[in-house]
């Protein structure tokens, strides 16, 4: 009753809690004594004289009718991480089995709907290793990184918990419906809204401070400037979490996440082990995880959001020439001439060492991707990333989507 008069994401479900050992004694109270705790204003108390007993029964039906469980705030297994927030959800609607959270090390694992192939299988490889190591591993359930992150999770037999910005129920994301349903069988899919409720854009940015208090740390994973996952780290922050952030190349998809790390407000990671040394995790290692496990065309199924697609130089120059007069075709052959003209050329004036001239000298003007750079190469993929980095700063490469790069 309270979130139907009240809304989400407010403070006065905790204070009420507070105040009442059981809550259902303040609505059996009525007006006056919804008056005399003091909470509420003139509009928020008419609200709460207008919602009817009826509504929470047909919910609470519901939710019997689907095998989900409610935990209240007042409840003893509420998870103290998150009732002790500024404002935890009055209600938690549960498909599965919460994890106790006080027993097991939780993070959070956040970022972009638009992965690359690189933070799709960092997702899913972090999350694998961190379930082998009985970690949970709490995301959001959307394409792209959250999609990965359970994922890997589900692979490695261990328990995550996925929490909607919506109810439960909703098909919004059926892609992963089968993923939820996978989800439960060890870990649990939550939601603070009822069951059939279906996603709003507000619901989001609150959904992402029950991320924040579930997990001991936040992972980004390819954060954008603007992206949503930034409010996930800022919540986490002010929540006194560690926050860490996959070390990613200098495109517009890691800007978030690298500005984090230069403002020595995340740890950057390059492999699961760095969040794990955080808590005196000890003898770790890629070879108890046991990555040869991994179906590379599992990674490869992960649904992610689509982009715009790019329109190549001859694509652009033809469009540009379409129903013109001659005349313009031939300015437009100067520009493509022009234009190969340009491709860049290895610098002869610049010293290189070690990794960074092998890196250089390897780049073209065509596009290559970092796992064929490493395969030809011979080096882990992690110390030619950290290479073409540094390389990028430097100015001599460059990087394109889908973890490619070029010559610059």
């Known amino acids: ?36 705790c003091g909470l509420f204003n003139s509009v928020e108390l008419e609200a709460l004289s207008s919602v009817k007993p009826d509504g929470a029964d047909d919910v609470l039906k519901r939710c019997k009718q689907l095998n989900y469980s409610v935990i209240s705030i007042d409840d003893p297994n509420y998870p103290s991480c998150l009732y002790n927030i500024y404002a935890p959800p009055a209600v938690l609607y549960v498909s599965g089995k919460l994890p106790d959270f006080d027993e097991h090390l939780s993070i959070g694992i956040v970022g972009t709907r638009q992965a690359s192939r690189y933070g799709v299988e960092n997702s899913y490889k972090i999350a694998y ?15 792209g990184v959250d999609c990965a992150s359970h994922r890997g999770v589900l692979a490695a037999n261990g328990i995550t918990v996925c929490v909607r910005g919506c109810g439960i129920n909703s098909h919004y994301l059926r892609d992963n419906e089968k993923m939820r349903e996978a989800i439960t069988a060890k870990g649990a899919v939550i939601s603070e809204y009822p069951p059939d409720e279906e996603p709003r854009n507000f619901y989001f940015p609150a959904r992402n401070r029950i ?4 997990s001991d ?17 800022n919540l986490a922050l002010e929540m006194g979490k560690d926050i860490f952030a996959l070390l990613g190349n200098n495109s517009p998809q890691n800007h978030g996440s690298n500005y984090r790390i230069k403002e020595g407000t995340a740890i950057p990671v390059t492999d699961f082990m760095d969040i794990l040394a955080n808590y005196d995790c000890k003898n770790l290692s890629e070879d108890s995880v046991g990555f040869g496990s991994i179906l590379l065309s599992d990674i490869d199924a992960v649904p992610v959001k689509k982009k715009r697609k790019s329109i190549s130089l001859d694509k652009a120059i033809s469009q540009n020439t379409e129903n013109t007069n001659p005349s313009s075709k031939k300015i437009s052959a100067e520009v493509k001439t022009e234009a190969e003209k340009q491709e860049p050329k290895h610098k002869t004036d610049i010293k290189l060492k070690g990794d960074a001239k092998l890196v ?15 395969d030809d190469l011979g080096m882990p993929v992690n110390r030619v990333l950290g290479t073409l980095t540094l390389l990028e700063v430097q100015g001599l490469a460059q990087a394109l989507q889908g973890r490619n790069f070029v010559l610059k």
């Open 1 to 36: 009753m309270l979130t139907q008069a009240i809304g989400y994401n407010t403070p006065k479900a905790k204070k009420l809690a507070k105040m009442y050992t059981d809550i259902s004694k303040f609505f059996e109270g009525g007006e006056s004594e919804w008056r005399f």
């Open 129 to 143: 290793a961190l379930a082998k190591y009985d970690t949970v591993v709490v995301s959001g359930g959307a394409l």
């Open 211 to 214: 991320i924040a208090a579930l």
């Open 217 to 233: 740390g936040v992972l980004l994973i390819e954060a954008g400037e603007k992206s949503g996952s930034l409010i996930t780290a």
């Open 360 to 374: 250089y000298n390897y780049l073209s003007s065509k596009p290559v991707h970092i796992d064929k750079i490493a």
